[in-house]
């Protein structure tokens, strides 16, 4: 794991820097979330609307709107595919999951990728994003904090 102002880098991860989502592949799924500068610049969730279970949602598109206290946008899919699971449930018990956990239970969508070969190369492993994200992080002065109980 690489840590840089705060800022944590999980090294199993891949992530797609332009749009802050991290992509975890496992069992021909894509669990994504939103990435630790991301979340920290969002600041305290106050709401997440989902996009529903069978969807089909193209690279780029909004999985799920978030709203914090600072912002309303989209979480945008970082590879093209359908949805399989959303992580309702548990934002439903706590709002601030991705505040406290961004890339273990904080994970918002779960998307079966139908265009995975052709997409592959937008993600970064995390020695690469590491790279990019330190010159993102000094540029937008980011010092990550994670919300405590």
Do not use: H
């Amino acid at each position: 794991m690489q840590v840089y102002r705060g800022c944590v880098f999980p090294e199993d991860l891949l992530f797609d820097v332009a749009q802050d989502v991290w992509v975890r592949l496992e069992d021909g799924l894509a669990v994504c979330g939103m990435t630790d500068p991301a979340q920290t610049r969002c600041g305290k969730f106050v709401a997440v609307q989902f996009r529903a279970i069978g969807k089909i949602v193209g690279r780029g598109k909004a999985l799920a709107t978030i709203e914090s206290a600072k912002w309303v946008g989209a979480f945008p899919a970082p590879l093209t595919g359908e949805i399989v699971a959303t992580n309702e449930a548990t934002y439903k018990r706590d709002i601030l999951m991705a505040n406290r956990e961004p890339y273990d239970a904080g994970w918002l969508v779960k998307v079966r990728p139908t265009n995975l070969d052709a997409e592959r190369g937008f993600l970064l492993d995390a020695a690469s994003a590491f790279v990019e994200y330190q010159k993102k992080i000094e540029e937008l002065k980011i010092n990550c904090m994670r919300c405590m109980d």
